[in-house]
């Protein structure tokens, strides 16, 4: 038998019974189309949140107190952990290959500016957190170079923090209350948005010094430095944990790259993705037991028609291939149709929510695909090789 009267007869079995097979193909069809859209919306949150990491470089290291991994030992051992200092980060300027450093104090605040107030994020920071955040200023100037601990009482503020405090005027100048605290405002910043979650343009930069004293804390809640790119970064941790090993006698502090948390980041959610396609897959499943069904009935409605080409010399081997043939073209049909909906229903996404982080995976729609030729085959195996093992003589009788 020819490919080309192999393939008349299957699309001709298939078109014989059309509301049979567009029914089953439908199940498949959704089966794909789910698998479609979690896929790309796990793809896209995977891609958004390495974008957001990726916004403060690659060649960034954080220093933060306390180490995260434990050996059994005694908990008192912990409790004298020494506190991240900001002659902490003054040495850490010291280490190999070492460009900018900043100490970070995080927290949140009243702020007040004449009649105006309202709660806001506080980061206390030193004067190179531009060039190690990759932020940028809109207005005036950033906070200067001063002695670390007895800087001047400046403040930089964010773009919605400006607008909201000093309404119609320039803020460069005004002079602002944290807390108990006065401080002049010297810039304003670039306007940046949320960076996982966390509301930049929101936030007012202030000394580290001073947001010790306005939070009556004695450590840094982290450091953050880069270092030259063309450096390994294992040196660079290397000679960080060397420095902070000989100021606090111990290694009391966790280091992580920017490299490492993007590593996890796209385990963690690759996992994710997978997972929810998974998910999705239990609708192939269902469809897959849909084909199995319906082959059995068409190999029992059809015992006639495969005795007459069992008697008229067909080999089983082709009884065999015209079953499996249209198990798969039932499949590949709902597989192109779930393909095309999950397509179509992305793009209707993209336009009315362009904030939903969606991107349309090509490996998971390859797999798509390949998972439902599969599927008609699976399912198509056990249907076909009853018909195929039919005996021509019996199968006519029964006719």
């Known amino acids: ?15 014989a019974r059309r509301l049979r097979s567009a029914l089953t193909a439908l199940g498949i069809a959704v089966g794909i189309a789910a698998v479609v859209l979690l896929t790309a919306l796990g793809t896209g949150v995977q891609r958004y949140v390495v974008q957001e990491f990726t916004q403060f470089g690659t060649n960034l290291i954080a220093v933060t107190p306390g180490q995260r991994s434990t050996f059994g030992v005694s908990g008192a051992v912990f409790a004298t952990t020494r506190p991240l200092t900001l002659d902490d980060a003054e040495a850490l300027r010291r280490a190999h290959a070492v460009q900018a450093v900043v100490p970070v104090v ?9 009649p105006r107030s309202r709660r806001g994020e506080l980061l206390g920071v030193g004067p190179e957190a531009l060039q190690v955040w990759n932020f940028e200023l809109a207005q005036g100037r950033f906070l200067p170079a001063d002695d670390a601990r007895a800087p001047r009482p400046f403040a930089v503020l964010g773009a919605t923090l400006r607008q909201e405090l000093f309404p119609g005027e320039s803020a460069l100048g005004q002079t602002l209350r944290i807390g108990d605290r006065r401080v002049r405002v010297i810039g304003v910043m670039a306007r940046r948005g949320r960076i996982l979650g966390f509301d930049i343009d929101g936030a007012v930069y202030v000394p580290a010094a001073l947001a010790l004293e306005l939070f009556n804390r004695e ?11 063309e450096v390994p970064v294992e040196r660079v941790e290397s000679s960080v944990r060397r420095l902070l090993v000989a100021r606090h006698g111990r290694e009391d502090f966790t280091i992580v790259s920017q490299a490492q948390m993007l590593e996890i980041l796209g385990d963690v959610l690759g996992v994710l ?14 469809g897959a037991i849909g084909i199995a069904t319906i082959m059995t009935i068409a190999v029992a409605e059809r015992t006639a028609e495969v005795g007459l080409l069992r008697a008229l010399g067909t080999p089983r081997r082709q009884v065999l291939l015209l079953f499996l043939g249209e198990a798969m073209v039932l499949s590949l049909i709902g597989g192109v149709a779930g393909l095309s909906l999950g397509a179509l229903v992305i793009a209707a996404l993209g336009l009315a929510a362009p904030a939903v982080p969606i991107q349309l995976s090509v490996f998971y729609t390859s797999v798509s695909l390949a998972l439902a030729a599969a599927i008609g085959l699976v399912a198509g195996v056990l249907p076909a090789r009853r018909a195929a093992a039919l005996d021509p003589v019996e199968a006519l009788r029964g006719e």
């Open 106 to 114: 995080q927290g949140n605040v009243r702020l007040q500016a004449g």
């Open 219 to 229: 450590g840094l809640m982290e450091i953050d430095l880069i270092y030259r790119p």
């Open 1 to 15: 038998m020819s490919l080309r009267d192999w393939l008349r007869l299957v699309l001709g079995a298939l078109a």
């Open 273 to 286: 993705t997978a997972a929810v396609g998974a998910l999705g897959g239990i609708s192939l499943l269902v």
